[in-house]
């Protein structure tokens, strides 16, 4: 469930449920195999779980830093983004395009657009909150000139 709705909360505790499970079962085998053989094998178990509970807490970890840092945007999402603008006739050029991502597929986008100095700021205005319109208002607009 956790894969599908792509959710790293759900992740860590999917993963800490089944680290619970492998140390209670490793418990359990510990024992029966000591009463059974009388020799003490819980030291090897626990190292053996050791090492299962750090290897996939460093997986966890790096899957959290990498969400908490952020990630590049794709080539095709940027390529979307400076197609989508750029079938405005008013934008001329775009100088620079910032993408904030946080989480899956919750973007925020920066971006510096080049239009004609002589535009009227009526136009102008209107040419913000068309482009905010279309990008669900999760874009912030500077214009140069």
Same mark, same amino acid.
């Given at each position: 469930?956790s894969? &599908?709705?792509? $959710? %790293?909360? %759900? ?8 680290? !619970? +499970? #492998?140390?209670?079962? $490793?418990? %359990?085998i510990?024992i %029966? ?8 094998i819980?030291?090897?178990i626990?190292?053996?779980v050791?090492f299962?509970? +750090? ?9 959290? #830093? ?6 590049a945007p $794709?080539?095709e999402?940027?390529?979307? #983004?400076?197609? &989508? ?5 008013e934008? =001329? =050029?775009?100088?620079r @395009?910032? #993408? ?10 920066n971006?510096?657009?080049k239009? !004609?100095?002589?535009? =009227? @700021?009526n136009? +102008? @205005? =209107?040419?913000? &909150?068309?482009?905010? &319109? ?7 607009i500077?214009?140069d000139?």
């Open positions: 469930m894969k &599908k709705l792509k $959710s %790293l909360t %759900l992740d860590a505790t999917t993963l800490e449920t089944r680290n !619970d +499970i #492998i140390t209670n079962i $490793s418990i %359990l510990s %029966l195999f000591i009463q059974k053989t009388n020799y003490n819980d030291g090897y626990a190292l053996i050791s299962i509970l +750090i290897k996939s807490s460093v997986q966890m970890l790096k899957e959290s #830093i990498y969400e908490l840092i952020g990630k $794709s080539d999402m940027l390529r979307k #983004i400076k197609n &989508k603008l750029l079938k405005t006739k934008i =001329k =050029k775009i100088n @395009i910032i #993408i904030h991502n946080y989480g899956e597929n919750i973007n925020y986008i971006v510096h657009i239009i !004609d100095k002589k535009e =009227k @700021i136009n +102008i @205005i =209107k040419l913000i &909150k068309k482009i905010e &319109k279309e990008f669900d208002n999760n874009i912030t500077q214009i000139f």
